[in-house]
């Protein structure tokens, strides 16, 4: 029986992809100068930020100035935020079904409350995964396996949804059905490995649904 739930935050249940890219975008021309197509930047969407300022600096210091400098960008556009149409009422769906819900994503803790006060989304996740929480990030299997150990499910009853390779990756490694959010994702032909495609947050409900059902 499918009994937990887990979300990517970026792209999946926030609209912050735009903002992110543009954040780094400011950053990088900024600080070395460098004025990379924001096109050619969408590939850091769902990567760890130390892990993606890492590949621009020449030193593990300049690599967190850096992260530091993106984040305090990121939340100077933070207002230009919002949820996706249609999440709000998926979360409440799911959670009056019993079902439970986590977060699994490679934001920072503190990154990740600033959304969760700002849209009240506490009141839906009974765990919440940060890069702060795990060694490894996507696409290792780690984030995901720790909301499945705080939650003591077992792969086979979850799901996890998300927007980027970096969510599918995590969602194969750790042995969990991939839901695909396709109103955040780029370049579809790159998702080889989806168990469900989802065109907007309401075919989520009905995929858990039938997965229930034939159990």
């Known amino acids: 029986m499918l009994d937990v739930v887990l979300f990517d935050v970026d792209g999946t249940l926030v609209d912050t992809n735009g903002i992110i890219v543009q ?35 020449d030193s ?5 100035q850096m992260l530091a400098r993106w984040a305090g960008r990121t939340d100077e556009l933070s207002d230009q935020t919002d949820l996706f ?5 998926l979360l ?22 600033r959304d969760v006060a700002r849209f009240g989304l506490d009141r839906y996740f009974d765990t ?3 890069a702060s929480d795990t060694v490894r990030h996507k696409p290792a299997a780690d984030p995901v396996e ?28 750790a042995g969990v059905p ?17 168990d469900v495609t989802l065109e907007e947050p309401g075919d989520l409900l009905a995929y858990v649904q039938r997965r229930n059902a034939g159990d």
């Open 128 to 130: 919440m995964v940060t």
């Open 92 to 113: 409440t769906a799911l959670t009056g079904r019993g079902l439970r819900l986590g977060i699994v994503t490679s934001r920072l803790d503190w990154e990740l409350e």
């Open 23 to 57: 954040a780094f975008h400011e950053t990088l021309l900024d600080m070395r100068g460098e004025d990379v197509p924001m096109a050619q930047l969408r590939t850091i969407l769902g990567v760890a930020g130390l892990e993606t300022t890492r590949e621009y600096t």
């Open 178 to 194: 991939f839901g695909l959010a396709t109103w955040g994702a780029h370049d579809l032909s790159r998702f080889t490995q989806v």
């Open 85 to 89: 149409g249609g999440v709000v009422d």
């Open 146 to 173: 720790e909301a499945l150990r705080r939650l003591a499910a077992p792969p086979e009853a979850a799901v996890y949804v998300g927007d980027s390779v970096y969510d599918m990756g995590t969602a194969v490694a």
């Open 60 to 64: 593990e210091a300049e690599a967190e």
